[in-house]
């Protein structure tokens, strides 16, 4: 079974520092790696993605990806309160491009003032 | 860009009536759309999945004639619960995105619709 899997936290951080998220997904085959932001009563906002092994930033946010390992990261520096929210993270799943995606249960980020 | 409306964002209704709601992507033609369901502190939940011009495809366990969709043209699907009852109740979320030309399988949410069955 297509899997992905996230630390549920609460993950809490000082404002200021640097969170780190993490995602594995059990799919080889997984091309395209989603993350996204939920904040409480509302939906999904999509935050980045990657496709590629390596390092991609966007602002504050670096989203990375390791496929050997299967595992897939978002960092977020200089952590505001406003930060404070549930991330998702999502694969697609192979094969084919039916527009599907996985998404794990997210991890709820705590940014304490 | 990548924008997707949804409507209505709050819908209270009696046990036993028919709810529709909409997903419109705005700025871009979906040629897919999703609809999810979310219960509080739990995860999405992928209902369907709808391509324009198409039946849609129903997730395990999703009982296909109480959630009719209709994704009638690139930028509209809909979402009809029929006989609605309090187990009904939940935050509906579509989701669109473009498969044409080789695009990555990227989502842009909807707002979500708040459904109150009483």
């Known amino acids: 079974q297509k899997e992905v899997e996230q630390n549920s936290g609460p993950l809490s951080v000082p404002e200021g520092a640097i969170a780190s998220l993490n995602c594995t997904y059990s799919d080889r085959g997984s091309q395209s790696f989603f993350w996204y932001r939920q904040y409480s009563g509302k939906s999904p906002e999509l935050i980045m993605f990657?496709?590629?092994?390596g390092d991609k930033e966007d602002g504050r946010f670096t989203a990375q990806l390791n496929k050997a390992s299967q595992y897939v990261s978002l960092l977020i520096r200089d952590s505001q309160p406003s930060d404070s929210a549930t991330y998702l993270c999502?694969?697609?799943?192979?094969?084919?491009?039916?527009?599907?995606?996985?998404f794990g249960q997210g991890t709820t980020l705590q940014v304490k003032p | 860009g990548a924008v997707v409306s949804q409507h209505p964002s709050w819908v209270i209704c009696k046990s036993g009536t028919s709810v529709k709601i909409e997903c419109r992507s705005l700025d871009f033609q979906a040629t897919t759309m999703f609809w999810y369901r979310q219960f509080p502190k739990q995860s999405l939940m992928l209902m369907a999945t709808?391509?324009?011009?198409?039946?849609?495809?129903?997730e395990q366990g999703v009982e296909k004639d109480k959630f009719l969709i209709n994704h009638a043209s690139l930028t509209l699907s809909t979402l009809t619960v029929t006989s609605a009852h309090p187990e009904d109740s939940s935050f509906y979320i579509c989701?669109?995105?473009?498969?044409?030309?080789?695009?990555?399988?990227?989502?842009?949410f909807g707002p979500g619709t708040r459904l109150l069955v009483l």
């Open positions: 999502a694969v697609n799943i192979p094969p084919g491009n039916t527009g599907k995606l996985i």
């Open positions: 990657i496709y590629s092994n």
């Open positions: 989701s669109a995105t473009n498969l044409r030309q080789g695009a990555r399988e990227t989502q842009y």
């Open positions: 709808s391509n324009e011009g198409s039946k849609a495809t129903y």
